[in-house]
Every structure is written in C-alpha cells, then in structure tokens.
C-alpha cells in the first residue's frame, strides 16, 4: 500500500500556525515580486479569489473582504516543511518528499498494522507537532492515492484520512472522480479523452489496454494501470535531486551587470549550498537572463549558458566563478532584465570524486572553507558568512512588502509570550 500525504493550503497554513486569530479568515499568499495569488484558505477560494489572479486586480475584492495578504515567505515554509516531513518519518520511514507540502509513503511491512488508526495517528501528530493540518490518502498505488487524498480532504467524515483498500471503494472513488482531476492527465489529454467520451477516472479505467496504449503511451498506460491497482510507480527514496534552480524575478528592472552578477552570485551560492546539504555534486552549470515577456512595448532579450566543470563540484567560490564566466557571455546592454536564474546538472554523489589529470585546484583547502562557513551560518545565521562576490546591495531583491517574520529560523523573529 502506497499513502500520500499533504499538507492543507500549505502556504496559508504557515502564516496561521503564528497568526491564530487568522483561523477561519480569509488569507491569500502571494508570488515573487507580490505578484500573483500563489496559495488561498478555504475561506479565500469561497470568497471567489483566483489562483494565479495578479494581487493589482483583487484590491477591490481583498479591501472590500478584510482579506489578510502576505508575500512569500520561503523560509518559514521551508522549515515547516521540513519539520512536518521529519514527523512524518517518524511513522513512515520509507518515504518520498515529492514537493514542499506533499510526500508518497510507502506501507511495505506494514501489513499487520491497522492502518486506519495508525493514519489517524500520524495526521493528529503533526498538527500537534507543527500546526499545519494535513490529510492522508491510502491506496494500492501512488496514483490512487492521490485520488484517495482529495477525498480525505474534501470530506469531513473521513477526519483526514482516506483508504481504498477495496474494489467496491475503488469503482466509487474514480466514478467520483473528473479524469482532469487524475494525476498524470493534463489538460489536453483531458480535451482529448473528453471527446472519446471520458469525463471520469472509471470511464478511462473501462478501455482497453491497446486503446490506451495507442491513444496516450506508454505514460497514460501507466496511468491506466494504477487506477485499476496495479502498482507501476515506485517510490523514491535517495532523496537526491537530479538538478538544482535557483531563480528569482528581480524587484526592479536592471539595465547594469554588476546588480545581476550580484544576484546570479547569490543564485549560483544557494545551489551550491543545497548540493552539500544533500552530500552531491554538479559537472554543469547553466545561467539564464532575461526581459520581461509581457511588457511588449519594450526590447525583448533571453539568453543562456552552460559550462562544463573540469571536475564535478559544490565549491560556492568555483560554481560563482563559472556562474559569472556564463553571465558576462550571455549579457547584453540596452535592455531592461526582468529575470535571471542558475541551474546546476549532471549531479553525481560527493564520493567518489572523479579528478581530473590537469586539475590544479587544492579542492581539500576549499572543501573545509565550505565545511567551516556552512557550520558558521549553522549557528549565527544564514549568509552571516559568505563569499564577496555575493555583493551587499542587493539591488535586485524581490520586493516584498507583505512578509511575515521567519519565526522559526531567526532568533530576532521568535515569538515573545507576555503572562500577566
């Protein structure tokens, strides 16, 4: 059996866990740049507030509604997430963290254990644990369990806990459930089996195996499978990401080099963080630049490149310099930049090394450098320590007037408690 868990309106949930009197109200995350409407309460979505809908046009609505509103706050929800996983975990060791506020389970040995009960367990765990309600969908594959988990969530007498364990709970699940809504079928294949007369999981799962073969491949085969219980999706463990990216859309349009180079420093540093917390490295790294697409009326400009490492790495000092290299190539002046982004590849573990017969770099000095500034932000703070290229500036940080504090990870944000 195969459980997914996830956590409810995951974004506003983070800001209530520190803000309780905004329990049962109205709240609305936003996008880089206080953009776009990116997560929305229950009380939100019932007021009309549409997901992706830029924040300029819902004024009226957010004013005439008391809506709370807050910028992105990835670092609270970082943490969060990472404290609702490691309580997960604590149940389920075999697990799959499949994005910020989801993660598959799988119940191999589990067979003896009343699995109701233990899924109630964990459920009530973790929102005494951190705050953050979550619903739990039990299933023979990942893809029933995602169809599993919308129940849990949409209706109140399952208390959060969803099981199909049965044919009979099977053929009700998917005749309930909208094949747009099935994981794995996207909107056009939707349009496409719409016109086959498909409008349920149930009716997709009553064709043929070579219809659904010829029709959508070997991806909707698989699809095809699971929802009639057979198991074609494993869940992965190793935790470790093929690549890595760190973008960001810049709160000012930049015209100059040194503010992006500042920030694709920045960029290029956070990946290189997030390979040596995962024990990786990368042989690649690729940058990109570029406008913004919607303002027609100005030059348009996007661009990018990709270097090869002589030697797979997760130097900070070595990923920035090939960073900036790719970057100085790629530039252009006369434009405004909207956007720019690093993404590093071909990822392989820390050991073993494959060196390099030309490579000259005393990469043992560099690796304890990085040992001793990761253990030094550890304790004093992120970036309390970092490399000079990273600049101070930060002309081009978001813009974000709506953020909340980072209550978990900066010692002047924790709460104060007064008692009288």
């Not at 109205?26 to 507030?49: H, M, Q, T």
């Not at 609505?61 to 609270?76: E, G, H, K, P, W």
Request: charged share 25%.
């Amino acid at each position: 059996m195969y459980g997914l868990i996830d956590c409810n309106n995951f974004y506003a949930s983070c800001e209530r866990v520190f803000q309780p009197s905004l329990n049962g109200k109205a709240v609305v995350v936003l996008s880089n740049n206080d953009g776009c409407v990116i997560a929305r309460s229950a009380e939100a979505k019932a007021l009309g507030v549409p997901m992706g809908e830029p924040a300029f046009k819902l004024k009226e609505l957010i004013d005439r509604n008391q809506i709370a509103v807050f910028s992105s706050n990835y670092v609270l929800y970082g943490d969060m997430s990472n404290r609702v996983m490691t309580t997960v975990r604590a149940f389920v060791p075999q697990m799959e963290i499949y994005s910020i506020d989801e993660a598959f389970l799988s119940f191999d040995g589990f067979e003896n254990i009343d699995l109701k009960e233990m899924g109630l367990q964990l459920v009530k765990t973790v929102v005494r644990n951190t705050g953050i309600p979550v619903s739990l969908g039990i299933a023979p594959t990942k893809t029933l369990a995602k169809v599993a988990n919308k129940f849990a969530k949409k209706y109140k007498n399952y208390h959060n806990v969803c099981i199909i364990d049965s044919e009979d709970k099977r053929e009700k699940a998917l005749k309930m459930t909208d094949i747009g809504d099935v994981w794995g079928i996207g909107r056009q294949y939707k349009k496409k089996l719409a016109y086959h007369s498909i409008n349920t999981a149930w009716d997709f799962t009553m064709r043929s195996k070579n219809w659904v073969r010829q029709q959508m491949g070997v991806v909707g085969e698989r699809t095809w499978l699971e929802l009639r219980g057979t198991p074609c999706i494993e869940t992965e463990t190793t935790g470790a990401k093929k690549s890595i990216c760190t973008s960001r859309s810049f709160g000012e349009r930049l015209t100059s080099i040194e503010p992006i180079a500042e920030a694709v420093a920045n960029f290029a540093a956070s990946c290189a963080e997030k390979l040596r917390a995962q024990r990786t490295m990368a042989a690649s790294v690729m940058v990109f630049i570029h406008t913004n697409p919607f303002a027609t009326n100005q030059p348009q400009y996007y661009n990018q490149m990709t270097l090869q490492l002589p030697v797979a790495s997760n130097d900070s000092t070595e990923i920035i310099s090939y960073a900036l290299q790719a970057l100085n190539s790629i530039f252009k002046q006369g434009y405004e930049y909207k956007k720019a982004g690093v993404v590093v590849g071909n990822i392989s573990p820390e050991r073993p090394l494959q060196t390099n017969l030309f490579d000259t770099r005393n990469r043992s000095k560099y690796h304890k450098a990085m040992q001793a500034m990761d253990k030094l932000n550890a304790s004093f703070g992120r970036q309390k320590v970092k490399i000079a290229a990273q600049g101070f500036d930060r002309k081009w940080k978001l813009k974000n007037e709506k953020l909340s504090p980072c209550y978990t990870t900066n010692i002047n944000d924790i709460l104060t408690v007064k008692a009288e």
